[in-house]
Structure formats: structure tokens, C-alpha cells
Nanobody
Framework: EVQLVESGGGLVHTGSSLRLSCAAS????????MKWVRQAPGKGPEWISG????????YYSDSVKGRFTISRDNAKNTVFLQMNSLKPEDTAVYYC??????????WGQGTQVTVSS
């Protein structure tokens, strides 16, 4: 059974940083690309970043490019999202999922990120 457990969210001020983690289990992590998706209150899901299985290719939406960095540790079956220069519009529940792009697939339970102005 695929399990994805996100952590690291919180309440921060504009301009702050957070590092999200996603611990994966139940599948061969090293074979799959991974992604982060977020969903703001009252809005649909938004794909924001993806990474290929080796970590050598990374993809970002325009909304986070230059501020967020995705990475992975295949030895620990974990994918990360370093978020810098946070803005109020980054407020959302953040989910990780299998795949490089798009919002499809199974998500974890999510971690709440709230950025106050």
C-alpha cells in the first residue's frame, strides 16, 4: 500500500522559509518521479514542482520558480520542498504524490502552510 506522509508545515510571516518533507513507503521509491501539489482554500489543486527518479531533473510552476527547491533523498525514501520568500498567496495545504507533473494520483494527508502578511 502506497503511503505518503507530509510534514513541516506551519504558520509563518511573509518572507520566511519552510522545509516540507514527504516520507514515502509501500512502493519502490527510487523508480518513480515525485511531485508537490497544493490546494488553497476554495481553489482547485495546483501542481507546483516535480523531480525525476534520480533527482537530476526538476520542474517548477511559474508561481514558485526561483523561490522553491525540490529535492529527494533516495536512501531515505523522502522528498523535500524548500520554500523561501514565502508570500500570503502560498497559503495552502501541501501534498506530495507520485509523478512529475499534474495534479493526479494519490496524495498524502497534506501539511498546512499559512503565511501571514
Amino acid at each position: 500500500e502506497v503511503q505518503l506522509v507530509e510534514s513541516g508545515g506551519g504558520l509563518v510571516h511573509t518572507g520566511s522559509s519552510l522545509r516540507l518533507s514527504c516520507a514515502a513507503s509501500g512502493f519502490t521509491f527510487t523508480l518513480y518521479p515525485m511531485k508537490w501539489v497544493r490546494q488553497a482554500p476554495g481553489k482547485g489543486p495546483e501542481w507546483i514542482s516535480g523531480i525525476n527518479s534520480s533527482g537530476g531533473s526538476k520542474y517548477y510552476s511559474d508561481s514558485v520558480k526561483g523561490r522553491f527547491t525540490i529535492s529527494r533523498d533516495n536512501a531515505k525514501n523522502t522528498v523535500f520542498l524548500q520554500m523561501n520568500s514565502l508570500k500570503p498567496e502560498d497559503t495552502a495545504v501541501y501534498y506530495c504524490a507520485i509523478g512529475a507533473t499534474g495534479t493526479g494520483g494519490s496524495w498524502g494527508q497534506g501539511t498546512q502552510v499559512t503565511v501571514s502578511s
